[in-house]
Protein backbone atom coordinates (compact mmCIF):
# COMPACT_ATOMS: atom_id res chain seq x y z
CA UNK A 1 0.00 0.00 0.00
CA UNK A 2 3.04 2.38 0.42
CA UNK A 3 3.61 4.43 -2.66
CA UNK A 4 6.62 6.83 -2.31
CA UNK A 5 5.78 9.56 0.72
CA UNK A 6 2.54 7.95 1.47
CA UNK A 7 0.41 5.40 2.83
CA UNK A 8 -2.98 3.63 2.40
CA UNK A 9 -5.85 5.28 4.29
CA UNK A 10 -6.98 1.35 5.27
CA UNK A 11 -3.58 1.08 6.84
CA UNK A 12 -4.37 -0.36 10.82
CA UNK A 13 -1.00 1.49 11.64
CA UNK A 14 -3.48 4.93 10.58
CA UNK A 15 -6.73 3.59 11.23
CA UNK A 16 -6.56 2.07 14.63
CA UNK A 17 -2.84 3.01 15.71
CA UNK A 18 -2.18 -0.88 15.23
CA UNK A 19 2.23 -0.90 14.68
CA UNK A 20 5.52 -0.20 16.48
CA UNK A 21 8.06 3.15 16.20
CA UNK A 22 11.88 3.03 17.29
CA UNK A 23 13.59 6.61 17.86
CA UNK A 24 17.44 6.35 16.82
CA UNK A 25 20.15 8.88 17.32
CA UNK A 26 22.47 9.34 14.33
CA UNK A 27 25.90 11.08 14.38
CA UNK A 28 28.08 12.18 11.45
CA UNK A 29 25.93 9.70 9.98
CA UNK A 30 26.25 7.04 12.26
CA UNK A 31 23.21 5.26 13.71
CA UNK A 32 23.68 4.65 17.64
CA UNK A 33 22.04 1.34 19.07
CA UNK A 34 21.18 0.21 15.76
CA UNK A 35 21.00 -3.77 16.95
CA UNK A 36 19.17 -3.27 20.46
CA UNK A 37 16.57 -0.69 19.14
CA UNK A 38 16.06 -3.43 16.08
CA UNK A 39 15.92 -6.09 19.16
CA UNK A 40 13.03 -4.13 20.83
CA UNK A 41 10.40 -3.53 17.83
CA UNK A 42 11.14 -7.63 16.85
CA UNK A 43 10.25 -7.76 20.96
CA UNK A 44 7.38 -5.56 20.40
CA UNK A 45 5.69 -7.37 17.59
CA UNK A 46 5.66 -10.95 19.72
CA UNK A 47 3.59 -9.04 21.91
CA UNK A 48 1.53 -7.43 19.60
CA UNK A 49 1.40 -10.63 17.04
CA UNK A 50 3.18 -8.76 13.88
CA UNK A 51 5.81 -10.40 11.99
CA UNK A 52 8.81 -8.77 13.01
CA UNK A 53 10.97 -6.71 10.24
CA UNK A 54 14.20 -8.29 8.14
CA UNK A 55 16.77 -6.76 10.35
CA UNK A 56 18.99 -5.67 7.20
CA UNK A 57 16.05 -4.38 5.46
CA UNK A 58 15.22 -1.95 8.64
CA UNK A 59 18.46 -0.55 8.65
CA UNK A 60 18.40 0.08 4.92
CA UNK A 61 15.14 2.24 5.81
CA UNK A 62 17.26 4.22 8.39
CA UNK A 63 20.23 4.80 6.56
CA UNK A 64 18.22 5.81 3.11
CA UNK A 65 16.27 8.16 5.08
CA UNK A 66 19.30 9.94 6.55
CA UNK A 67 20.80 10.74 3.39
CA UNK A 68 17.06 11.36 1.41
CA UNK A 69 17.29 14.37 4.06
CA UNK A 70 20.89 15.08 3.63
CA UNK A 71 21.58 14.54 7.66
CA UNK A 72 24.93 12.45 7.01
CA UNK A 73 26.56 15.24 9.25
CA UNK A 74 25.75 16.84 12.66
CA UNK A 75 23.18 14.58 14.50
CA UNK A 76 19.75 13.53 13.40
CA UNK A 77 16.95 11.59 14.35
CA UNK A 78 15.73 8.90 12.72
CA UNK A 79 12.39 7.33 13.05
CA UNK A 80 11.78 3.67 12.18
CA UNK A 81 7.55 2.85 11.57
CA UNK A 82 6.18 -0.46 11.72
CA UNK A 83 2.62 -0.94 10.73
CA UNK A 84 0.28 -3.54 10.64
CA UNK A 85 -0.50 -3.14 6.97
CA UNK A 86 -3.77 -3.31 5.10
CA UNK A 87 -6.50 -3.87 6.94
CA UNK A 88 -10.49 -4.11 6.48
CA UNK A 89 -13.24 -2.28 8.27
CA UNK A 90 -13.22 -3.35 12.28
CA UNK A 91 -10.58 -4.38 15.00
CA UNK A 92 -10.25 -8.18 13.65
CA UNK A 93 -6.58 -8.29 11.55
CA UNK A 94 -6.58 -9.76 7.87
CA UNK A 95 -5.75 -13.28 8.62
CA UNK A 96 -1.63 -12.97 7.38
CA UNK A 97 -0.91 -9.39 8.36
CA UNK A 98 1.53 -7.93 5.94
CA UNK A 99 3.68 -5.16 7.77
CA UNK A 100 4.48 -1.88 6.41
CA UNK A 101 8.01 -0.68 7.52
CA UNK A 102 9.17 2.99 6.23
CA UNK A 103 11.53 5.63 8.34
CA UNK A 104 12.31 9.13 8.24
CA UNK A 105 14.99 11.35 9.68
CA UNK A 106 14.93 14.61 11.57
CA UNK A 107 17.57 17.57 12.53
CA UNK A 108 17.83 16.54 16.63
CA UNK A 109 16.04 18.23 18.37
CA UNK A 110 18.91 21.06 20.47
CA UNK A 111 18.53 20.60 24.79
CA UNK A 112 18.33 24.27 25.64
CA UNK A 113 17.81 24.42 29.70
CA UNK A 114 17.63 21.28 32.70
CA UNK A 115 14.13 20.02 32.00
CA UNK A 116 11.02 22.04 33.14
CA UNK A 117 8.61 19.11 34.32
CA UNK A 118 4.88 19.11 35.07
CA UNK A 119 3.11 15.88 36.73
CA UNK A 120 0.53 14.93 33.92
CA UNK A 121 -3.30 14.67 35.13
CA UNK A 122 -3.32 11.59 32.33
CA UNK A 123 -1.98 8.31 32.95
CA UNK A 124 0.15 5.82 32.03
CA UNK A 125 -2.22 2.54 31.27
CA UNK A 126 -0.25 0.02 32.90
CA UNK A 127 -2.93 -2.07 33.02
CA UNK A 128 -2.12 -2.83 29.01
CA UNK A 129 0.88 -4.17 27.32
CA UNK A 130 1.17 -1.28 25.10
CA UNK A 131 2.21 0.59 27.94
CA UNK A 132 5.83 -1.24 27.94
CA UNK A 133 5.96 -0.63 24.24
CA UNK A 134 6.54 1.96 21.47
CA UNK A 135 3.39 1.76 19.95
CA UNK A 136 1.34 4.20 17.18
CA UNK A 137 -1.35 4.46 19.89
CA UNK A 138 0.23 7.71 21.64
CA UNK A 139 -2.06 9.52 22.45
CA UNK A 140 -2.12 9.72 25.78
CA UNK A 141 1.60 10.53 25.75
CA UNK A 142 0.91 13.33 23.25
CA UNK A 143 -2.19 14.61 25.49
CA UNK A 144 0.48 14.63 28.48
CA UNK A 145 2.94 16.69 26.69
CA UNK A 146 0.23 19.17 25.25
CA UNK A 147 -0.67 19.68 29.21
CA UNK A 148 3.29 20.42 29.77
CA UNK A 149 3.33 23.01 27.51
CA UNK A 150 0.19 24.79 28.26
CA UNK A 151 1.78 25.35 31.47
CA UNK A 152 5.04 26.16 29.93
CA UNK A 153 6.91 23.19 30.70
CA UNK A 154 9.12 21.33 28.72
CA UNK A 155 7.95 17.63 29.62
CA UNK A 156 5.63 16.24 31.70
CA UNK A 157 5.94 13.15 34.49
CA UNK A 158 3.01 10.40 33.78
CA UNK A 159 2.24 8.63 36.88
CA UNK A 160 0.37 5.03 36.39
CA UNK A 161 -3.59 4.54 37.17
CA UNK A 162 -1.85 3.47 40.66
CA UNK A 163 -0.15 7.03 40.88
CA UNK A 164 3.27 5.62 40.65
CA UNK A 165 5.60 7.85 39.00
CA UNK A 166 5.72 5.74 35.03
CA UNK A 167 8.04 7.81 32.80
CA UNK A 168 7.50 11.31 30.72
CA UNK A 169 6.16 11.50 27.82
CA UNK A 170 8.69 10.92 25.90
CA UNK A 171 11.18 9.51 27.79
CA UNK A 172 12.50 7.31 31.05
CA UNK A 173 12.67 9.20 34.34
CA UNK A 174 15.51 8.53 36.98
CA UNK A 175 16.03 10.18 40.29
CA UNK A 176 18.99 9.68 42.86
CA UNK A 177 19.10 9.66 46.76
CA UNK A 178 22.57 9.84 48.19
CA UNK A 179 24.10 6.66 46.28
CA UNK A 180 20.77 4.72 44.97
CA UNK A 181 20.11 5.72 41.57
CA UNK A 182 15.93 4.91 41.08
CA UNK A 183 13.84 4.74 38.06
CA UNK A 184 10.76 3.36 37.56
CA UNK A 185 10.00 -0.92 37.22
CA UNK A 186 8.82 -2.14 34.34
CA UNK A 187 5.61 -3.06 35.11
CA UNK A 188 4.81 0.37 36.37
CA UNK A 189 3.79 0.60 32.37
CA UNK A 190 7.43 1.83 31.49
CA UNK A 191 8.97 1.34 28.18
CA UNK A 192 12.72 -0.96 28.31
CA UNK A 193 14.31 2.42 27.08
CA UNK A 194 17.38 1.91 25.28
CA UNK A 195 18.91 5.25 26.85
CA UNK A 196 17.57 3.57 30.12
CA UNK A 197 19.43 0.64 29.67
CA UNK A 198 22.84 2.19 29.44
CA UNK A 199 22.16 4.33 32.21
CA UNK A 200 21.67 1.04 34.66
CA UNK A 201 24.65 -0.26 33.36
CA UNK A 202 26.64 2.52 33.91
CA UNK A 203 25.53 3.72 36.85
CA UNK A 204 26.33 -0.21 38.40
CA UNK A 205 29.90 0.52 36.48
CA UNK A 206 30.18 3.75 38.79
CA UNK A 207 29.64 1.71 42.01
CA UNK A 208 26.16 3.32 42.39
CA UNK A 209 23.05 1.08 44.20
CA UNK A 210 20.74 0.60 41.08
CA UNK A 211 16.69 0.21 41.86
CA UNK A 212 14.06 -0.49 39.86
CA UNK A 213 11.21 0.76 42.11
CA UNK A 214 7.14 1.05 42.53
CA UNK A 215 7.66 5.16 43.90
CA UNK A 216 4.99 8.00 44.10
CA UNK A 217 5.76 11.22 43.09
CA UNK A 218 6.84 12.61 46.15
CA UNK A 219 10.32 10.69 45.63
CA UNK A 220 10.92 13.33 42.58
CA UNK A 221 10.55 15.95 44.95
CA UNK A 222 12.77 14.81 47.85
CA UNK A 223 15.80 13.57 45.40
CA UNK A 224 19.58 14.81 44.98
CA UNK A 225 18.52 14.91 41.03
CA UNK A 226 16.23 13.88 38.60
CA UNK A 227 16.91 13.06 35.11
CA UNK A 228 15.40 11.68 31.88
CA UNK A 229 16.44 9.71 29.63
CA UNK A 230 16.10 8.89 25.75
CA UNK A 231 17.77 7.84 22.59
CA UNK A 232 17.61 11.27 21.42
CA UNK A 233 18.77 13.39 24.78
CA UNK A 234 20.78 11.14 26.25
CA UNK A 235 20.58 12.02 30.18
CA UNK A 236 18.63 15.08 30.89
CA UNK A 237 18.72 17.09 33.77
CA UNK A 238 15.57 17.99 35.35
CA UNK A 239 15.26 21.78 37.22
CA UNK A 240 11.86 22.39 38.15
CA UNK A 241 9.48 19.92 39.08
CA UNK A 242 5.49 20.99 39.65
CA UNK A 243 6.36 24.68 39.52
CA UNK A 244 9.46 23.58 42.39
CA UNK A 245 13.23 23.56 41.49
CA UNK A 246 14.91 20.30 42.58
CA UNK A 247 18.02 19.27 43.81
CA UNK A 248 20.70 18.89 40.83
CA UNK A 249 23.64 16.90 41.64
CA UNK A 250 25.58 18.09 38.68
CA UNK A 251 28.92 16.19 39.17
CA UNK A 252 27.27 12.73 39.46
CA UNK A 253 24.58 13.08 36.82
CA UNK A 254 27.62 14.29 34.32
CA UNK A 255 29.53 11.37 35.59
CA UNK A 256 26.52 8.76 35.10
CA UNK A 257 25.80 10.58 31.41
CA UNK A 258 29.38 10.24 30.19
CA UNK A 259 29.85 6.70 31.35
CA UNK A 260 26.72 5.72 29.54
CA UNK A 261 27.65 6.93 26.22
CA UNK A 262 31.15 7.13 26.54
CA UNK A 263 30.60 4.65 23.74
CA UNK A 264 29.46 7.24 21.21
CA UNK A 265 32.26 9.87 22.70
CA UNK B 1 -0.90 15.92 2.21
CA UNK B 2 -3.65 13.68 1.21
CA UNK B 3 -3.95 12.47 -2.62
CA UNK B 4 -6.29 10.16 -3.55
CA UNK B 5 -6.64 7.40 -1.57
CA UNK B 6 -2.97 7.69 0.30
CA UNK B 7 -2.24 10.02 3.11
CA UNK B 8 1.19 11.56 3.80
CA UNK B 9 3.81 9.60 6.31
CA UNK B 10 4.21 12.44 8.20
CA UNK B 11 0.29 12.23 9.17
CA UNK B 12 0.05 12.36 13.20
CA UNK B 13 -2.70 10.51 12.81
CA UNK B 14 -0.33 7.60 11.18
CA UNK B 15 2.26 8.20 13.89
CA UNK B 16 0.87 9.05 17.10
CA UNK B 17 -2.70 7.45 16.56
CA UNK B 18 -3.33 11.87 17.34
CA UNK B 19 -7.07 11.76 15.92
CA UNK B 20 -10.39 10.56 16.06
CA UNK B 21 -13.26 8.15 14.03
CA UNK B 22 -16.68 7.80 14.16
CA UNK B 23 -18.23 4.66 12.55
CA UNK B 24 -22.29 4.94 11.17
CA UNK B 25 -24.02 3.29 10.15
CA UNK B 26 -25.78 3.67 6.38
CA UNK B 27 -29.55 2.08 4.96
CA UNK B 28 -29.98 1.82 1.51
CA UNK B 29 -28.34 4.91 1.24
CA UNK B 30 -29.23 7.14 3.98
CA UNK B 31 -27.15 7.83 6.80
CA UNK B 32 -28.22 7.05 10.73
CA UNK B 33 -27.53 9.63 13.26
CA UNK B 34 -25.18 12.00 11.16
CA UNK B 35 -25.61 14.85 13.66
CA UNK B 36 -25.17 12.99 16.90
CA UNK B 37 -22.04 11.28 15.28
CA UNK B 38 -20.50 14.84 13.88
CA UNK B 39 -21.61 15.83 17.25
CA UNK B 40 -19.40 13.60 19.54
CA UNK B 41 -16.82 14.40 16.77
CA UNK B 42 -16.19 17.74 17.40
CA UNK B 43 -16.67 17.47 20.98
CA UNK B 44 -13.45 14.93 21.09
CA UNK B 45 -11.99 17.71 18.69
CA UNK B 46 -12.50 20.26 21.90
CA UNK B 47 -11.00 17.87 24.21
CA UNK B 48 -7.84 17.38 22.02
CA UNK B 49 -7.62 20.63 21.20
CA UNK B 50 -8.31 20.14 17.71
CA UNK B 51 -10.25 22.26 15.09
CA UNK B 52 -13.84 20.34 14.26
CA UNK B 53 -14.29 19.69 10.94
CA UNK B 54 -17.01 21.16 9.14
CA UNK B 55 -20.49 19.31 9.85
CA UNK B 56 -21.05 19.94 5.63
CA UNK B 57 -18.07 18.56 4.33
CA UNK B 58 -18.11 15.86 6.71
CA UNK B 59 -21.33 14.54 6.07
CA UNK B 60 -20.55 15.04 1.82
CA UNK B 61 -17.52 12.91 2.85
CA UNK B 62 -19.64 10.06 4.05
CA UNK B 63 -21.78 10.58 1.08
CA UNK B 64 -19.25 10.43 -1.58
CA UNK B 65 -17.61 7.13 0.10
CA UNK B 66 -20.78 5.22 0.77
CA UNK B 67 -21.52 6.16 -3.45
CA UNK B 68 -17.83 5.28 -4.64
CA UNK B 69 -18.25 2.40 -2.95
CA UNK B 70 -21.18 0.97 -4.46
CA UNK B 71 -23.05 1.03 -1.04
CA UNK B 72 -26.21 3.03 -1.87
CA UNK B 73 -28.52 0.07 -1.26
CA UNK B 74 -28.54 -2.60 2.01
CA UNK B 75 -26.65 -1.92 5.42
CA UNK B 76 -23.10 -0.73 4.51
CA UNK B 77 -20.33 0.92 7.87
CA UNK B 78 -19.22 3.98 6.88
CA UNK B 79 -16.32 5.35 8.90
CA UNK B 80 -15.21 9.22 9.21
CA UNK B 81 -11.54 9.62 9.92
CA UNK B 82 -10.12 12.73 11.15
CA UNK B 83 -6.30 12.98 11.74
CA UNK B 84 -4.21 16.13 13.39
CA UNK B 85 -2.48 16.34 10.09
CA UNK B 86 1.12 16.63 9.26
CA UNK B 87 3.48 17.03 11.75
CA UNK B 88 6.96 17.17 12.29
CA UNK B 89 9.50 15.02 14.63
CA UNK B 90 8.14 14.45 18.25
CA UNK B 91 4.96 14.69 20.22
CA UNK B 92 4.56 18.47 20.35
CA UNK B 93 2.03 19.61 17.38
CA UNK B 94 2.44 22.13 14.72
CA UNK B 95 0.95 25.62 16.18
CA UNK B 96 -1.84 25.55 13.50
CA UNK B 97 -2.42 21.80 13.12
CA UNK B 98 -4.74 21.38 10.02
CA UNK B 99 -6.85 18.30 10.15
CA UNK B 100 -7.10 15.50 7.77
CA UNK B 101 -10.82 14.07 7.55
CA UNK B 102 -11.94 11.04 5.01
CA UNK B 103 -14.14 8.53 4.75
CA UNK B 104 -14.91 5.10 3.81
CA UNK B 105 -17.74 2.20 3.08
CA UNK B 106 -17.83 -1.30 3.52
CA UNK B 107 -20.95 -3.53 3.92
CA UNK B 108 -22.12 -3.96 7.54
CA UNK B 109 -21.18 -6.66 8.98
CA UNK B 110 -23.57 -9.72 9.02
CA UNK B 111 -24.81 -10.98 13.29
CA UNK B 112 -24.72 -14.63 13.56
CA UNK B 113 -25.45 -15.68 16.72
CA UNK B 114 -25.68 -14.06 20.22
CA UNK B 115 -22.40 -13.12 21.06
CA UNK B 116 -19.80 -14.87 22.47
CA UNK B 117 -17.71 -12.53 24.94
CA UNK B 118 -14.38 -13.26 27.23
CA UNK B 119 -13.09 -11.05 29.89
CA UNK B 120 -10.15 -9.24 28.15
CA UNK B 121 -6.91 -9.08 30.22
CA UNK B 122 -6.02 -5.90 28.76
CA UNK B 123 -7.34 -2.81 30.93
CA UNK B 124 -9.58 0.08 30.00
CA UNK B 125 -7.26 3.80 30.93
CA UNK B 126 -10.44 5.16 32.60
CA UNK B 127 -7.30 7.50 33.54
CA UNK B 128 -7.02 9.48 30.18
CA UNK B 129 -9.86 11.26 28.86
CA UNK B 130 -9.01 9.27 25.18
CA UNK B 131 -10.81 6.76 26.84
CA UNK B 132 -13.67 8.22 26.55
CA UNK B 133 -13.52 9.31 22.88
CA UNK B 134 -13.34 7.15 19.79
CA UNK B 135 -9.50 7.81 19.13
CA UNK B 136 -6.95 6.69 16.13
CA UNK B 137 -5.19 5.12 19.64
CA UNK B 138 -7.28 2.07 19.20
CA UNK B 139 -4.62 -0.54 19.81
CA UNK B 140 -5.77 -1.74 23.67
CA UNK B 141 -9.26 -2.40 21.70
CA UNK B 142 -7.26 -4.51 18.76
CA UNK B 143 -5.34 -6.36 21.81
CA UNK B 144 -8.94 -6.93 23.36
CA UNK B 145 -10.81 -8.27 20.47
CA UNK B 146 -7.10 -10.45 19.45
CA UNK B 147 -8.16 -12.17 23.21
CA UNK B 148 -11.49 -12.96 22.56
CA UNK B 149 -10.23 -14.52 18.66
CA UNK B 150 -7.69 -16.13 20.61
CA UNK B 151 -10.25 -17.86 22.55
CA UNK B 152 -12.36 -18.79 19.65
CA UNK B 153 -14.92 -15.76 21.30
CA UNK B 154 -16.51 -12.90 19.45
CA UNK B 155 -15.60 -10.25 21.12
CA UNK B 156 -14.07 -8.99 24.87
CA UNK B 157 -15.52 -7.46 27.70
CA UNK B 158 -12.88 -4.86 28.71
CA UNK B 159 -12.53 -3.53 32.54
CA UNK B 160 -11.37 -0.64 33.46
CA UNK B 161 -8.23 -0.28 35.73
CA UNK B 162 -10.32 -0.51 39.12
CA UNK B 163 -11.89 -3.98 37.50
CA UNK B 164 -15.42 -2.47 36.58
CA UNK B 165 -16.75 -2.92 33.55
CA UNK B 166 -16.34 -0.51 30.94
CA UNK B 167 -17.07 -1.65 27.47
CA UNK B 168 -16.61 -4.28 24.54
CA UNK B 169 -13.54 -3.62 22.26
CA UNK B 170 -15.98 -2.11 19.96
CA UNK B 171 -19.28 -1.49 21.69
CA UNK B 172 -21.59 -0.60 24.58
CA UNK B 173 -22.46 -2.94 27.35
CA UNK B 174 -25.84 -3.50 29.34
CA UNK B 175 -26.86 -5.85 32.05
CA UNK B 176 -30.88 -6.68 32.95
CA UNK B 177 -31.77 -7.12 36.66
CA UNK B 178 -34.88 -7.43 37.20
CA UNK B 179 -36.41 -4.34 35.70
CA UNK B 180 -33.28 -2.02 35.74
CA UNK B 181 -31.42 -1.72 33.20
CA UNK B 182 -27.26 -0.87 33.97
CA UNK B 183 -24.56 -0.20 31.70
CA UNK B 184 -21.23 1.38 32.81
CA UNK B 185 -21.26 4.87 33.95
CA UNK B 186 -18.91 7.28 31.19
CA UNK B 187 -16.80 8.00 34.17
CA UNK B 188 -15.90 4.30 33.59
CA UNK B 189 -13.75 4.76 31.06
CA UNK B 190 -16.71 4.65 28.50
CA UNK B 191 -17.27 6.00 25.03
CA UNK B 192 -20.90 7.96 25.01
CA UNK B 193 -21.79 5.69 22.25
CA UNK B 194 -24.78 6.75 19.67
CA UNK B 195 -26.80 3.48 20.31
CA UNK B 196 -25.87 3.48 23.76
CA UNK B 197 -28.12 7.03 24.00
CA UNK B 198 -30.70 5.59 21.83
CA UNK B 199 -31.03 2.07 24.30
CA UNK B 200 -31.37 4.38 27.54
CA UNK B 201 -33.79 6.80 26.21
CA UNK B 202 -35.68 3.58 25.32
CA UNK B 203 -35.91 1.97 28.20
CA UNK B 204 -36.73 4.89 30.45
CA UNK B 205 -39.98 5.15 27.66
CA UNK B 206 -40.51 1.17 28.46
CA UNK B 207 -40.88 1.84 31.90
CA UNK B 208 -37.73 0.10 33.30
CA UNK B 209 -35.37 1.83 35.66
CA UNK B 210 -31.76 2.89 34.14
CA UNK B 211 -28.73 3.49 35.97
CA UNK B 212 -24.86 4.30 35.14
CA UNK B 213 -23.37 2.30 37.42
CA UNK B 214 -20.26 1.18 38.70
CA UNK B 215 -19.55 -2.79 38.94
CA UNK B 216 -17.29 -5.32 38.74
CA UNK B 217 -18.18 -8.06 36.03
CA UNK B 218 -19.95 -10.04 38.43
CA UNK B 219 -22.62 -8.41 37.92
CA UNK B 220 -22.92 -9.64 34.56
CA UNK B 221 -22.31 -13.12 35.42
CA UNK B 222 -25.81 -12.17 37.36
CA UNK B 223 -28.43 -10.33 35.33
CA UNK B 224 -31.09 -11.86 33.51
CA UNK B 225 -30.20 -10.62 30.12
CA UNK B 226 -26.45 -9.08 29.12
CA UNK B 227 -26.29 -7.20 25.35
CA UNK B 228 -24.13 -4.77 23.66
CA UNK B 229 -24.58 -2.11 21.48
CA UNK B 230 -23.14 0.31 18.71
CA UNK B 231 -23.70 1.62 15.58
CA UNK B 232 -23.78 -1.19 13.46
CA UNK B 233 -24.75 -3.66 15.76
CA UNK B 234 -27.86 -1.77 17.40
CA UNK B 235 -28.54 -4.14 19.87
CA UNK B 236 -27.05 -7.36 19.88
CA UNK B 237 -27.85 -10.35 22.66
CA UNK B 238 -25.06 -12.03 24.21
CA UNK B 239 -25.34 -15.77 24.57
CA UNK B 240 -22.35 -16.76 26.53
CA UNK B 241 -19.41 -14.78 29.06
CA UNK B 242 -16.25 -16.20 29.74
CA UNK B 243 -17.20 -20.16 28.81
CA UNK B 244 -20.82 -19.62 30.85
CA UNK B 245 -23.88 -19.73 29.26
CA UNK B 246 -25.58 -16.15 30.08
CA UNK B 247 -29.64 -15.67 30.58
CA UNK B 248 -31.17 -14.45 28.14
CA UNK B 249 -34.82 -12.07 28.83
CA UNK B 250 -35.00 -12.31 24.96
CA UNK B 251 -38.36 -10.69 25.51
CA UNK B 252 -37.80 -7.51 26.82
CA UNK B 253 -34.52 -7.10 24.89
CA UNK B 254 -36.19 -7.57 21.56
CA UNK B 255 -38.42 -4.71 22.79
CA UNK B 256 -35.83 -2.32 23.95
CA UNK B 257 -33.98 -3.14 20.30
CA UNK B 258 -37.19 -2.07 18.60
CA UNK B 259 -37.76 0.91 21.08
CA UNK B 260 -34.35 2.45 20.18
CA UNK B 261 -34.18 1.93 16.62
CA UNK B 262 -37.43 2.34 15.90
CA UNK B 263 -36.90 5.49 14.04
CA UNK B 264 -34.90 3.48 11.65
CA UNK B 265 -37.47 1.25 10.53
Not at 133 to 143: A, E, I, P, R
Not at 152 to 175: H, P
Amino acid sequence: MMTGETIGLSDRGLTLGDGLFETLLAEDGVLRDVAPHLARMAAGCAVLGLPPPDPAQAEGRLRQALAAAGLLGGRAAVRLTLTAGAGGRGLDRPEAPVPVLFAAAAPAPALARPAHLILAEVRRNDASPASRLKTLSYLDNVLARREARAAGADEAVMLNTRGEVACAAAANIFWLSGDVLNTPALDCGVLAGIARARVLNAAVELGLVVREVRAGPDALREADAVFLTNSLIGVQAVGRLAGRDVAQAEIIVSKIRTAAFAAFA
